[in-house]
């Protein structure tokens, strides 16, 4: 299972993002995120982890928010895919 965040600017939501992955019983999952060159500590955060099943992807631009959602999907290596916004949990 992949799950895919794409995020920009959302220090104050990606952590229970994160933390609502890592709560699942079920543990065969990596998670995607695209960061689209956030200006905020977004990244900062994301970094704070240390699981590796999370692979941390960021743009050398911002490149929109569908290009950047695209992006997450393509990224991801599971048979199943669920995109996560990164406000939500």
Do not use: H
């Not at 992955?21 to 995607?32: G, H, I, P």
Request: proline share 2%.
């Amino acid at each position: 299972l992949s799950v895919c965040i794409p995020v920009y600017n959302c220090e104050k939501f990606i952590g229970e993002a994160i933390d609502s992955v890592l709560n699942q019983d079920f543990s065969d999952w990596e998670l995607v995120i695209v960061d689209n060159r956030s200006t905020d500590k977004t990244v900062e955060v994301i970094r704070s982890y240390k699981d590796q099943r999370i692979r941390l992807i960021e743009n050398d631009t911002n490149i929109g928010m569908l290009a950047n959602w695209n992006k997450s999907v393509s990224l991801a290596t599971g048979k199943y895919i669920k995109v996560l916004p990164a406000d939500d949990f």
